[in-house]
């Protein structure tokens, strides 16, 4: 069986991929030991499916935008920067995503139409932020308590959700290269 490693998220903007980076940066000064994400690869994951029949691409495709068909395009909020699970053994630092009634409706709608393919339920609660790096090891805590505690409440404003994209994510030794295979877009713009 040939496969892809898929899952579906929503990309953003350059402007606020930039101010995602900018707060990226700041923390890239400090002695982490950290495995940055690339720029490019900066993304907010409605859900992993993982490795999916190729054969399925098309179908996964056709079935989530029946499903995404009332769906149309909402504001999401950017704010906080925080870490998983806790300051005192941290293994992401990430971006907040506020958790709204139209993201968790499009994640429950998604989520849905994954399962219908025989998927198993998402094994994690979904809990929306965007990936800055993962921890290599164990961070300095005051280092890190003291960073958080300056750059921890940004606000990086907000942007209009239009769509989803279900990306293929191919893991390689240097770090996993992402490369679009569907979009679904939705209805128009809120107000």
């Not at 940066?25 to 490019?40: G, I, M, Q, Y």
């Not at 992401?92 to 429950?108: D, K, M, P």
């Not at 679009?180 to 107000?191: K, N």
Request: charged share 25%; hydrophobic share 45%.
């Amino acid at each position: 069986m040939d496969t892809l490693r898929l899952f579906w998220a929503v990309t953003f903007p350059e402007e606020i991929r930039d101010k995602i980076a900018g707060v990226q940066a700041a923390f890239r000064k400090l002695p982490l030991n950290v495995k940055w994400v690339e720029t490019e690869n900066l993304h907010l994951t409605i859900r992993f499916i993982g490795a999916t029949d190729k054969a399925l691409v098309e179908p996964l495709l056709s079935t989530t935008k029946g499903r995404l068909a009332e769906i149309n395009a909402f504001p999401l909020f950017l704010r906080r920067v925080g870490v998983f699970p806790s300051l005192k053994a941290p293994r992401v630092l990430w971006v907040g995503v506020e958790e709204t009634a139209s993201l968790l409706h499009l994640y429950r709608l998604v989520e849905e139409a994954v399962r219908s393919f025989g998927f198993p339920p998402d094994a994690k609660r979904f809990s929306p932020h965007v990936t800055l790096g993962r921890f290599r090891t164990g961070a300095n805590g005051a280092l890190l308590r003291q960073a958080m505690g300056e750059m921890g409440d940004v606000e990086l404003g907000k942007f209009e959700v239009g769509g989803i994209e279900l990306i293929a994510s191919e893991l390689k030794l240097s770090g996993p290269v992402y490369s679009p295979v569907g979009r679904i877009d939705f209805g128009c713009a809120s107000g």
